[in-house]
């Protein structure tokens, strides 16, 4: 049995969607604090998983500083992991997640587990019909690939589909990293 708090950090362009994952996981009226110094919100929830373990995880959400690079190092200062989200329609979005798990892998100082998050999936359908939008579209398929390339580094890793406006997989994206944390932690001892 475990009963720990571990610290996530959201990271991924801007206007991916992080704040509203966040929002949608906690609920509409619950309030963020907020750290000036470096830029970012941060808000801690609890969660019961199976076999016992109580977790809180304290989950932080840099507050649209997402191109400021001199706050983002101590943003990641003792995470033990990261949700790495991307627009499904927004491939440039999806172009930069190595950048940031580089970048979060640095400052953390290890290779926290990373979950992938290919969020708004709800505008797919929506999108579809659209030759316009056909390029920017990053499929499921592109996005297990990616999935593939950062567990190749050598880091805990999955990939969920994620939609914050529906709350589809909302939920099980935070279970996932915290069963990801937990699992670096018994390998690690
Ligand atoms: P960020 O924190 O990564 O910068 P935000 O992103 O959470 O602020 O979201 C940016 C915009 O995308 C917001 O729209 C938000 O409502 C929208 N959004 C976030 N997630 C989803 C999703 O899953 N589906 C859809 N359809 N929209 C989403 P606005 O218009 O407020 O800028
Ligand atoms: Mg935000």
Redesign the pocket.
């Known amino acids: 049995m475990v009963s720990a708090l571990f610290k996530i950090v959201l990271m991924?362009d801007?206007?991916?969607?992080?704040?509203?994952?966040r929002r949608t996981y906690m609920g509409e009226n619950f309030r963020a604090q907020y750290n000036l110094t470096i830029g970012a919100d941060f808000a801690v929830k609890k969660m019961s998983l199976s076999g016992g373990h109580d977790i809180s995880i304290q989950i932080w959400?840099l507050a649209?500083q997402?191109h400021f690079k001199s706050v983002r190092s101590t943003f990641y200062k003792g995470a033990q992991g990261a949700l790495a989200?991307y627009s499904v329609v927004e491939r440039s979005s999806f172009e930069n997640i190595m950048n940031w798990c580089e970048e979060c892998w640095s400052n953390a100082g290890r290779k926290i587990p990373v979950v992938l998050i290919a969020?708004?999936?709800?505008?797919r359908e929506q999108f579809k019909d659209n030759p316009a939008m056909q390029e920017s579209m990053v499929s499921t398929e592109e996005g297990q690939k990616l999935a593939q390339e950062i567990a190749s580094h050598g880091v805990i890793t999955s990939f969920l589909e994620?939609?914050?406006?529906t709350g589809e997989n909302v939920e099980a994206a935070f279970l996932e990293l915290a069963i990801k944390i937990l699992e670096a932690k018994s390998w690690s001892g």
């Open positions: 991924g801007g206007s991916v969607g992080k704040t509203s994952l959400d649209g997402e989200v969020n708004k999936v709800d505008l994620t939609s914050a406006k």
